[in-house]
């Protein structure tokens, strides 16, 4: 699945699919670079535009950050309060780590834990 940016670029959307860590001790990792501190929604999510890092090259993705069905916050609060204090703007390289947890009261879901390390 893939939206246009500002400039009628194609991008698609980051899968969270691949990250399947249940340990928070050994979370997935995922390098990213902000390319835009505006969140916009498109009919499933709310979104940022981001670079990640797949091997040696950065790849241009819209990254859900919040799904409108989701009561799980957690991702886009975090770039928030970042955004909001100054420490995350555009350009800003850091890397998310990234776990599933059973959740208490849904024993058949696993939301997503996140935080965000090495902020520069």
Do not use: C
């Not at 993705?61 to 799904?67: R, S």
């Not at 970042?82 to 776990?99: D, M």
């Amino acid at each position: 699945m893939t939206d246009k940016d500002s400039n009628g670029e194609n991008i698609p959307f980051y899968s969270w699919t691949p990250h399947q860590s249940r340990d928070p001790n050994k979370p997935d990792l995922i390098d990213i670079r902000l390319i835009s501190t505006e969140f916009w929604a498109s009919d499933k999510t709310d979104n940022i535009t981001v670079e990640v890092r797949e091997g040696i090259n950065w790849l241009k993705y819209q990254m859900p950050v919040k799904g409108h069905d989701s009561f799980n916050a957690q991702l886009k609060k975090l770039f928030e309060q970042g955004i909001a204090k100054g420490t995350i703007k555009v350009g800003t390289h850091l890397t998310i780590a990234l776990y599933r947890r059973k959740s208490k009261r849904h024993p058949d879901r696993e939301p997503k834990q996140f935080r965000f390390l090495n902020l520069h």
